[in-house]
């Protein structure tokens, strides 16, 4: 849909920028972009077209609330890596991934009230004791013989010193500041190369009043981490999840629930995957990365054909480890991609569910952020995905463990504000809401490998956690039999 509305939009000579896609739809990107074309406009923002939609009413009726039946969902492929030409891996491409994820963080941040940033070759023209706004993206931090962190930023401008004095009212705690978050601060100019930090602060999200669609109760169902292939995949659990979603040996009370799941998000990790790890062979049911689909398809597609099935891949799926993650090919999974009802997409990828935008993610560079963030531990992996959220950044740290594809535009940047922001990879599930956005890591349906052993984290398995996309609440089935 996204790129049917790009060349529609290039017909009429109109340049618009993504954030614009979500405000169109099927009913109204044609009459939206005549009109902009009629008024001569050439660079079209979110705000033109809100401005038409509201003046002319075809908001409301694009928004109006939907019958119970009724699907409302748009999968926001502009958001999705799947597809898109990839550059070749040079410096500079490696340079437009970060200069893009500074401009977009930027963006936000500088549409906070209380930061009016400056070019930091400007800034260091101030003279002593200015007061100064910068963003800057952290290239090293340090303490000081004295004590004190020392933090030097970057811009496309020029690199700066801020050391940072007395912390205790500041929005972030400097210790949590990792290498390459791009950061506000406000300093106040000590040299030419040393300003003195007042405050620093992350590009966080917005307030934003969570508007729904859905004028009945109905559910997102959200599961993970499935493992098939593995001797720890817990088949005859998730064949239980399968026959309870097909209405058998369920209570009246869960019935009722059952009819109103139109929705169902995979999180990730599908399959165990072929060398993954060292010694994984002897872990695996079946060694051959096709055969693991193959069962993988055969379980998925007893779920009804009613609900919209959304799967991205994760670590141990069959596409590159590199972050952004694609869509898993067709090859793998060729009987799913001939469901209408089923939708592969990228790692991250976004999509609006009855009015409510999803963040879907695997996870990948939450284990990164353990141990370098206060507190943070993996029975709690929400507040990790918040640590993301915060920064705006599912990319938090340049050169530790997980890698990225240097292309021109970064996929990893939280551009717009989810209501639900969905992770696996953890193999434990948590849920918990910062702000208006439902923070939610699922559950796994494999038993504690070795490897989560010598690390002391018990995965929770076997649960399908149930979101209410009318009242946005959660409920938790779980599928685990205890005598096991
Ligand atoms: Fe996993
Ligand atoms: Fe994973």
Request: glycine content about 6%; charged content about 25%.
């Amino acid at each position: 849909m996204d790129s049917k509305i790009v060349c529609y939009a290039q017909e009429k000579n109109l340049i618009i920028s993504e954030d614009c896609l979500r405000l169109l739809n099927q009913n109204n990107y044609q009459r939206v972009l005549d009109k902009l074309a009629m008024e001569k406009k050439v660079f079209v923002c979110r705000d033109d077209i809100k401005k038409i939609l509201v003046t002319t009413n075809w908001l409301s009726e694009q928004d109006k609330p939907r019958g119970n039946g009724e699907k409302n969902f748009r999968i926001m492929d502009a958001y999705d890596v799947t597809g898109k030409t990839l550059s070749q891996g040079s410096v500079e491409d490696f340079l437009s991934l970060f200069l893009d994820k500074y401009s977009a963080i930027y963006d936000i941040l500088k549409r906070r009230e209380n930061l009016k940033p400056i070019p930091i070759d400007e800034a260091k023209k101030l003279g002593k004791n200015t007061e100064v706004d910068i963003v800057g993206m952290v290239f090293e931090k340090r303490v000081t013989k004295q004590g004190n962190i020392l933090i030097t930023v970057d811009d496309p401008t020029g690199r700066v010193n801020v050391v940072v004095t007395d912390s205790k009212n500041y929005e972030v705690n400097p210790k949590d500041v990792l290498l390459d978050n791009v950061i506000g601060i406000k300093c106040s100019v000590l040299s030419r190369e040393l300003f003195i930090a007042k405050d620093i602060m992350f590009a966080d999200l917005p307030y934003e009043k969570l508007v729904t669609t859905a004028e009945n109760d109905c559910y997102a169902a959200l599961i993970g981490d499935l493992h098939v292939g593995s001797k720890l995949f817990r088949e005859e659990e998730f064949n239980d999840f399968l026959d309870w979603l097909n209405g058998m040996n369920a209570s009246q009370e869960d019935l009722e629930i059952i009819s109103k799941i139109k929705y169902l998000i995979i999180a990730g990790d599908l399959v165990d995957g072929i060398g993954i790890y060292p010694k994984q062979y002897n872990e695996l049911a079946i060694t051959d990365i096709f055969e693991q689909y193959r069962c993988f398809e055969e379980l998925a597609l007893k779920i009804p054909d009613n609900i919209e099935v959304f799967l991205i891949p994760g670590n141990h799926d069959a596409v590159r480890l590199s972050e952004p993650q694609p869509a898993i090919a067709e090859k793998f999974l060729p009987n799913i991609y001939k469901k209408k009802n089923m939708h592969v997409l990228g790692s991250p990828s976004w999509v609006e569910i009855e009015g409510l935008l999803f963040l879907l993610y695997h996870g990948a560079t939450l284990h990164g952020i353990f141990g370098k963030i206060n507190d943070l531990k993996m029975d709690k992996p929400d507040l990790a995905q918040k640590e993301l959220l915060i920064r705006r950044d599912l990319m938090p740290e340049f050169g530790g463990k997980q890698t990225f594809v240097p292309i021109e535009k970064n996929f990893m940047v939280i551009r717009e504000t989810p209501a639900v922001f969905v992770c696996g990879h953890i193999h434990h599930h948590a849920y918990s809401r910062y702000k208006q956005c439902h923070l939610i890591s699922t559950s796994c349906w494999q038993s504690m490998t070795a490897y989560q052993e010598e690390l002391g984290h018990t995965p929770t398995v076997s649960k399908a956690i149930l979101f209410n996309l009318k009242d946005q609440s959660l409920h938790i089935k779980d599928f685990e039999r205890k005598n096991e």
